[in-house]
């Protein structure tokens, strides 16, 4: 008995030390230096903050509804309660000095030591009237479910606890609509790293929740330098080794993955605009074609569809009306046979003048017809009237239409005077003109008067330079023993044929010149390209002809191939036969979940001066070059490391093909060889499966 009163005089007595504390972190905690082992107990809030909670509401539930027996037991629970806030609130002002900031913060803060103070009021106001002691509990409660509120958002965002209940709506967002930052870029940041850098909590000074902290940057530097991703602090920061303690996202956390990397990256060199649309990106833009594989080309509408039996009456042979794709309210209006067109039928789309965004009136007989049907189309925004014999004087009564922007007007007479009429079109972005009665003075003028208009005046065909077909390697095999005969052929005589032995691009004026089949005696990678006047050069014709070269005394092949691709195990990397290129042919060895790492032991002074091997690449079933190659040379004594060489990287999917790593040898004393190939463990961006694991894939290895 004695020991539990003993007990009780010291928590009583921790409660005002819990409180004292609490009061000189709260007056002076901004100006104390608070060491490394104190930050570590601050940060044991989140782990006892639950403690306190957990007792003191258990408290107020035995005052509400406890019987007498167990209303005696309230004050040891309040004194329980009481002195594990007072150590939960005071961790938490420890770890307040940290980068932490915010009303959010301010209404924790607060709240929590209220609850304090409360709680120790409580305790030793016990006594007094049931009354007193209900009113005052529940107020306690009140508190501590809004302290635990706030300080979830802290954690986990703005409206943790009730964010069940908001009915959010994803928005559906297309390609024409998209915004670069508030659909591309902010996402990005929203999820991987707002979570720090926010309201509540700016870790080194930096805040992403808002644009104007975006733009202000953090202690250690600007977090985007627009155009110079390199000189941003958010590109400095993702690059740096996981386990480096600057790298950001923190090692712990859900890391970016390549393609969000890149599209950071693109938009700093963009420009860093936070405005911009996504369809004022040039279509060639790396920014552009992420955006085009994230949001849909199909544009949304907000009003309201027609019903399907008037859009079936209005379908019929000469006529087709249809949603521009399924469940859109949008139409489109095609006619069909020019004999059987009555202008007439046009009065009939009023029906569904409101749901019409694109007509095509292609070849129909439009001479004289009246078209102001078609300028009450009031969302219409591709109007089709190539080859129909359509006026300037019609086309003027369409000016007004403020939805129209695209107008197809090719193969009619339309000469100087459509000029005015086309100017007043305002709204229009692109204009298909072909055929045009315009001279090339006029079109330039009419160019210059709609700066933002895309306009298409067809071509002049004999300004077109057409590309050459690539010449065509002929050979007897892919393996040979002393030497090869080789013929390249084109099908147009003239034509000048280059072609190099040495890996490099041929070009049409230093490679070699083609001038009749020549012979090879070693391993050659044979490149070619056709060239003529006033044409494009052609593309490129490549093959990889391959000497057998000297067999080693043994080897030995430390990892094992994927058992799907094991061939004949380690002999096939030196059974002078060559792979089909065919990854599923069963003549490779395929390595993914790890490197492949062999050791090759040589003839008494068998001394080969260079060591190949043959590699088939085909990036669209995920075989890539090694990301990886370590070559080393040595004897009984050890090990000696060879320099290693820039590597092969691919650039974009291509057709399957063979290709060579080449690894010079040193002048001096050695017996066997290592080499390790380690594949790729995350394939790029814009493969269609990136972030996968890669394939290496071998067949042959040569010594010369």
């Known amino acids: 008995m004695r020991q539990y009163s003993n007990a009780i005089y010291w928590l009583e007595n921790l409660l005002f030390f819990w409180g004292g504390l609490t009061l000189i972190l709260v007056i002076g905690g901004e100006s104390l230096l608070v060491p490394a082992w104190v930050q570590v107990m601050g940060r044991l809030h989140p782990l006892i903050l639950h403690f306190p909670l957990v007792i003191l509401l258990l408290a107020v539930g035995v005052v509400w509804f406890g019987d007498i027996n167990w209303r005696s037991q309230t004050k040891n629970l309040l004194l329980l309660g009481a002195n594990l806030a007072g150590m939960t609130v005071v961790a938490g002002l420890i770890l307040a000095t940290e980068d932490y900031d915010g009303d959010s913060l301010n209404w924790h803060k607060w709240l929590g030591i209220i609850s304090l103070f409360l709680s120790i009021g409580i305790y030793f106001l016990s006594k007094k009237s049931i009354k007193a002691l209900k009113f005052s509990s529940s107020a306690l409660a009140v508190i501590l479910v809004m302290a635990g509120h706030f300080g979830a958002n802290l954690t986990h965002g703005e409206d943790f606890l009730f964010e069940p209940l908001l009915a959010k709506e994803t928005e559906e967002v297309t390609l024409q609509e998209a915004e670069v930052f508030a659909h591309m870029v902010q996402p990005i940041l929203e999820s991987k790293c707002v979570a720090c850098h926010k309201e509540g909590k700016i870790k080194g000074e930096l805040r992403l929740d808002l644009i104007s902290g975006i733009q202000k940057g953090g202690k250690s530097g600007p977090f985007v330098v627009a155009g110079d991703p390199s000189a941003s602090l958010f590109f400095k920061r993702i690059h740096l080794p996981l386990e480096d303690k600057e790298h950001m996202p923190p090692k712990n956390k859900t890391q970016l993955t390549e393609e969000e990397m890149e599209i950071l990256e693109q938009w700093v060199t963009e420009g860093a605009d936070f405005d911009q649309k996504v369809k004022d990106l040039a279509s060639d833009t790396p920014l552009f074609q992420l955006a085009s594989q994230r949001f849909s080309s199909e544009t949304s509408y907000s009003f309201e569809a027609a019903s399907p039996e008037k859009v079936e009456k209005l379908n019929n042979f000469f006529r087709k009306v249809k949603p521009i794709y399924p469940g859109s309210p949008a139409l489109e209006v095609a006619y069909f046979g020019s004999s059987a067109f009555d202008p007439n039928s046009l009065n009939e789309l009023k029906s569904v003048q409101n749901q019409i965004v694109k007509v095509n009136l292609n070849r129909m007989p439009l001479k004289g017809v009246n078209l102001d049907v078609l300028n009450g189309l009031s969302h219409l925004e591709e109007l089709q009237l190539n080859f129909s014999e359509v006026s300037s004087s019609q086309l003027k009564k369409l000016e007004g239409n403020p939805s129209l922007r695209r107008l197809a007007i090719s193969g009619n007479s339309l000469g100087p005077e459509i000029l005015p009429v086309l100017e007043s079109f305002l709204n229009l972005t692109h204009l298909y003109f072909w055929q045009s009665a315009l001279t090339e003075e006029e079109q330039n003028q009419l160019s210059a008067a709609l700066p933002g208009v895309a306009i298409d005046f067809g071509f002049d065909a004999s300004q077109v330079v057409y590309q050459l077909n690539p ?175 820039p590597l092969l990287v691919s650039e974009k999917i291509k057709e399957p093909r063979f290709d060579l790593l080449s690894q010079h040898l040193p002048e001096e004393d050695f017996d066997r060889i290592k080499v390790k190939l380690s594949p790729i463990q995350r394939l790029p961006f814009w493969h269609p499966g990136a972030g996968a694991k890669g394939w290496v894939f071998v067949d042959e290895i040569y010594l010369y």
């Not at 083609?514 to 044979?526: A, C, H, N």
């Not at 000297?550 to 094991?566: D, R």
């Not at 032991?601 to 001394?607: I, R, T």
């Open 471 to 645: 010449p065509k390697i002929e050979y007897d095999q892919l393996m040979f023993e002393d030497e090869i005969k080789v013929t390249i052929k084109h099908p147009i005589p003239s034509v000048q044929i280059r072609y190099t032995l040495d890996q490099t691009e041929p070009d049409s004026l230093n490679s070699n010149l083609y001038s009749g089949p020549f012979s090879i005696d070693e391993t050659s990678t044979i490149r070619t390209k056709a060239f003529a006047a006033e044409w494009i050069g052609s593309e490129e014709d490549q093959v990889v002809l391959f000497k057998k070269g000297k067999s080693p005394k043994s080897w030995n092949l430390i990892t094992l191939p994927n058992p799907k691709y094991k061939a004949n195990g380690a002999s096939t990397l030196f059974d002078g036969i060559k792979g089909k290129a065919n990854h599923t042919s069963g003549e490779w060895l395929g390595y993914s979940e790890q490197a492949l790492e062999l050791e090759i032991f040589l003839e008494e002074n068998q001394s080969p001066k260079e060591l190949k091997i043959g590699l088939l690449l085909h990036e669209g079933a995920y075989i890539f070059p090694p990301a990886e190659a370590e070559f080393w040379v040595g004897n009984i004594q050890g090990w000696k490391k060879l320099e290693s060489h």
